[in-house]
C-alpha cells in the first residue's frame, strides 16, 4: 500500500502505470470488436468503458486507498478525502465502437482543502499510437517523457483548431454555428472525437485551440492542467478562468485566445455572421 506522496513526491508514476494499464485493456477489446450499448438516445457505452473504470478503481484503491474517485462510469465515492480522482476510463467511445482508433484514457488527481480545489496531477494515455501525456503544477507538460509546449501561431487565420459535440442532446447544442464560423476564419475546425485527446494536441502544438459546450469534469481535469502547463491558456467563453464545473472550455496557446474570446462574443451576439449556403442552389 502506498501513501499520499509528500510536497515532493509525485503521483505521476502510479496514474503512468495505471493509465497504460487501462489503455492496454482498451486495445484488447478495441481489436475484438464489441457490442455497442446505449446510456441514452445516443450515448453509447461498450464493455471497454466499464472494465476500464473498474480496473482503474481497482488499483486506486489498492494504492491510495483513502482516495476519493469521480469516474463516468460509477460516479463519484465521496469520503471528503484531500484528494480526488477524475477518471475517463475510455475517452472516445463512439470512435472506439465504430473502430475509430482515436480514444484515451484520462487521470486528473485534484487537492481540495477547506474551500480550495488544485490540479495536482494529470495522466492521459492514448494507446492507439502508445502516447502518454503527463503535467505536474510548475513542472511543465510531457510527452512520452519530453517537455511539450503550445504552438506559437498568433493568427487566428493561420491557426488549425478543434471543437467536439455531445453525443446526446445534440439537438440543444449551439455549437453547429460555431463550427461555420471558426471554420471560415481558420486553416480549419478539426472534430477527431476525443476531448481529452484534443486538449492534449493544444498543449503540444498540434492544434492552436480548442473549444467544447458541456464537457464534463472527468473529460477536461487533465487536459487543461496539460495545456496549462505546456503554456497554454484555459478559459470560459468569455475568457473569464475555467470552473471544472463550468460547461465552457476554451484552450489555446495564448497568443490566439484573445481572438477566440471576441469571436465567441460577436457569434452569440449575432454580429458579422456568414450565412449558410442554400444548398438549393447546388441541385442545378
Ligand atoms: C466524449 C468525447 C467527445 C466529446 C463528447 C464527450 P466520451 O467523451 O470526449 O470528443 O465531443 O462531448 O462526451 O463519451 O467518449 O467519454
Ligand atoms: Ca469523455
Ligand atoms: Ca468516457
Redesign the pocket.
Known sequence: MMSSPSQTQSFIPAMTAIAREAGALLLEYFHQGLKIEYKGDA?LVTAADRASEVLIRERVAKQFPSHDVLG?EQGLNDRGNEYRWYV?P?????NFAHGFPV?CVSLAIERRIADSQKRVAAVVYDPTRDELFCAEPGKGAQLNGKAIHVSKIGQLKESLLAT????HKRHKNPNIFFYHQITLRTHGVRR?????L?LCDVACGRYDGFW?F???PW?TAAGVLIVEEAGGKVSGFDGSPFQLNSRETLASNGLLHDALVHEFQEIFAGRGLDPLPDPREYRR
Not at 475510455?90 to 463512439?94: A, K, R, V, W
Not at 477527431?192 to 481529452?196: C, H, L, V
Open positions: 450515448d463516468e475517463d475510455l475517452d472516445g467511445t463512439t480514444f467536439g459535440f455531445p453525443s477527431a472525437g476525443s476531448a481529452a484534443d467544447e458541456n464537457l464534463n473529460d
